[in-house]
């Protein structure tokens, strides 16, 4: 039931707005009237009202002609236009002038609170969207997804641009990078929030067991199969299916994933009949599935299929300048989760952070600071606080290697953010000195300051 709704009615018959007062009054809504488009513009001047019922035959200034003034004037303004001339062209007319609905007389009064329950309805899905795009427009965070660097705010922008539609999503990146996080932000940030999100990592399922897992299994599919089980695809229904390590399947459960998306239907192991499902499939893997598919060791159907949006989770050694506040924040969650009471880190262990290519990612930065946090002897993280390997004069092409990063044109803008870093060292911060150091322009320089999100 409307509760308090303001609707003007604006009609020349004195029957037609008794009527509808009467109505809408019965029906909760609060209601105000006018004789012609004179009254109701001098009326709303006064107070605005949510929804505008208007004939479009009124002497002086017609309905039509009320409809636009009122979206120039107050374009928030809900517009449903009432004609006893009903014709396809009236309709369109009123349509293009402004107007949300049509509605043709004589009326029966299901259609006039038909009319009015869509545009409650439009305007519910209007503010949700509008609440989204404010989230998205303050950089798409959600709580586990943190930093301000031009590789992360890459990935929020994406996040945001993709979460609403039901296109299916491939997360690319190392291990540890937050793929999970990525997918747990899309469903957070789409229509399917208030749904199931459920995820599933197919390289922890034994090849045996994960055709049952994914599409479910009738009674005596198999010698265990006691009792109908539904698969995660039908748990996942109405929400999103986050597929994690999608590379581990084998070739024949792709054929079958490949099936369910693009008919939306999955069949239990055992059983006879298709069942309708609607999922949004997120997947993930560190694998680069291209070059799997090229190779053969994926399926390029399914691998196209995956790829139609696609997002790439920067590893930590591309984005250290994201490391403080991500070290803040865990301070603070292991503070709470584990009632130790550290405010701060050292200047200089905060320096052997920043120094380390974190070949774990944010993972392993997280279990670092636990680690630090359970025996810090002081409420500041000192440099004896931090792992050893982190204090061994090294650099982060090196930690690289090491990690086995091979990748050429990663190895360059290592070297460059590098050598960049330290000509800003050399000459305190001025980039004019420091361009010529480095035998580039300044404005080669600027840009690449940006790029690297270096300061």
Not at 160 to 174: C, F, H, N, P, W
Request: glycine share 6%; proline share 4%; aromatic share 6%.
């Amino acid at each position: 039931m409307p509760s308090a709704r303001q609707v003007l009615v604006v009609d020349d018959e004195e029957n037609i707005r008794l009527f509808l007062r009467t109505l809408l009054e019965k029906k909760g809504y609060g209601v105000r009237v006018a004789a012609d488009a004179h009254d109701a513009l001098a009326q709303l001047e006064i107070a605005t009202a949510d929804f505008v019922l208007a004939d479009i035959k009124m002497p002086g200034i017609s309905g039509i002609e009320l409809c636009q003034q009122l979206r120039a004037r107050w374009p928030q303004l809900t517009v449903i236009m009432m004609s006893a001339y009903g014709s396809v062209e009236l309709a369109l007319e009123a349509v293009r002038a402004g107007a949300y609905d049509y509605v043709a007389k004589p009326f029966k009064q299901d259609e006039v609170l038909f009319a009015l329950a869509k545009a409650e309805e439009r305007e519910r899905l209007l503010r949700e969207n509008q609440a989204l795009r404010a989230a998205a427009l303050s950089d798409g965070r959600s709580p586990e997804l943190l930093g301000k660097s031009p590789a992360i705010l890459r990935v929020y922008r994406l996040i945001s641009k993709v979460a609403d539609y039901r296109t299916t999503v491939l997360i690319q990146g190392e291990s540890g990078t937050g793929k999970e996080l990525v997918a747990r932000a899309l469903h957070r940030q789409s229509s399917r929030r208030d749904k199931a999100f459920v995820a599933i990592n197919c390289g922890a399922i034994p090849d045996t067991l994960m055709e049952s897992e994914l599409f479910g299994h009738r009674r005596g599919a198999f010698t265990d199969a006691h009792a109908d089980k539904p698969g995660i695809f039908q748990e996942a229904s109405g929400g999103t299916l986050f597929l994690d390590e999608i590379g581990e399947l084998t070739l024949s459960l792709q054929v079958k994933l490949l099936r369910v998306l693009q008919e939306g239907v999955v069949r239990p192991l055992g059983g006879n009949k298709d069942i309708q499902v609607d999922v949004r499939v997120i997947a993930a893997s560190v694998r680069d599935l291209a070059r799997e598919a090229a190779e053969g060791r994926f399926r390029e159907d399914l691998f196209y299929r995956l790829n139609v949006l696609q997002i790439v989770v920067p590893p930590l050694r591309e984005r250290l300048e994201d490391i403080p506040l991500l070290v803040e924040h865990f301070i603070a969650r292991n503070n709470v989760r584990l009632g130790t009471q550290i405010r701060d880190i050292d200047p200089r262990a905060k320096k052997l952070l920043l120094g380390y290519a974190w070949p774990g990612n944010v993972r392993e930065l997280e279990n670092l600071i636990e680690r630090a946090v359970v025996l810090a002897e002081s409420d500041v993280l000192q440099p004896e606080d931090i792992p050893e390997r982190l204090q061994q004069p090294t650099d982060a092409l090196s930690n690289a290697i090491a990690s086995g990063e091979l990748s050429i044109k990663k190895a360059n803008r290592l070297v460059e953010a590098a050598l960049i870093r330290k000509a800003l060292e050399q000459t305190g911060g001025n980039r004019t000195a420091a361009a010529r150091l480095l035998e580039i322009s300044h404005r080669a320089l600027l840009y690449k300051i940006k790029d690297y999100g270096l300061s």
